[in-house]
T-cell receptor
């Protein structure tokens, strides 16, 4: 069964303290791995799509990487405005549906 | 380029009632999918429509049904509402299945 697990569930950082979020997945034929940011009461906002192991993408203070079993979202020198829930999801070659993890809630304190 | 818009933003219904939620896809997107997100959880796939045909369904009972219209807008209908149906309902659209989903802001449904 296709499955996504994110860790940690919650993460508190001081402003400027870099860290990484983990997304482990099992899927029958990965089509794509997605990272989204979600603010309270709002819909997920697209960050990155990764398609193959070894691929990396960057956007401002965020960098996403992909291996055959997991993905990392690295946050460099975070700011309070980076506080949000970060969701990881995959799609398989069999279906187009997104399978989400439970998310990591990040809080960055000034 | 307009994004995905959902209506209404908030809704309160009584157990046993029926509800219809609406979604306008992003321009150029022919695939729409619906998700249910309980508090503190990741979104759960309900179903997906491609060119007006349902082509995927998650573990939701038949009282959850939907439609996609020729202009690619969509509806989610839920009959016989239960308290556990209280959640944020998200619509997402894509140019092609499995790639680049854009989400709306969601409809917060509360069943009392």
């Amino acid at each position: 069964e296709d499955q996504v697990t994110q860790s940690p569930e919650a993460l508190r950082l001081q402003e400027g303290e870099s860290s990484s979020l983990n997304c482990s997945y099992t899927v029958s034929g990965l089509r794509g791995l997605f990272w989204y940011r979600q603010d309270p009461g709002k819909g997920p906002e697209f960050l990155f799509t990764l398609y193959s192991a070894g691929e990396e993408k960057e956007k401002e203070r965020l960098k996403a990487t992909l291996t055959k079993k997991e993905s990392f979202l690295h946050i460099t020198a975070p700011k309070p405005e980076d506080s949000a829930t970060y969701l990881c999801a995959v799609t398989s070659s069999n279906t187009g549906k997104l399978i989400f993890g439970q998310g990591t809630t990040l809080q960055v304190k000034p | 380029e307009t994004g995905v818009t959902q209506s209404p933003t908030h809704l309160i219904k009584t157990r046993g009632q029926q509800v219809t939620l609406r979604c306008s896809s992003q321009s150029g997107h022919n695939t729409v999918s619906w998700y249910q997100q309980a508090l503190g959880q990741g979104p759960q796939f309900i179903f997906q429509y491609y060119r007006e045909e349902e082509n995927g369904r998650g573990n939701f009972p038949p009282r959850f049904s939907g439609l996609q219209f020729p202009n690619y807008s969509s509806e989610l209908n839920v009959n016989a509402l239960e308290l556990d149906d209280s959640a944020l309902y998200l619509c997402a659209s894509s140019r092609s299945q499995g790639y680049g989903y854009t989400f709306g802001s969601g409809t917060r449904l509360t069943v009392v």
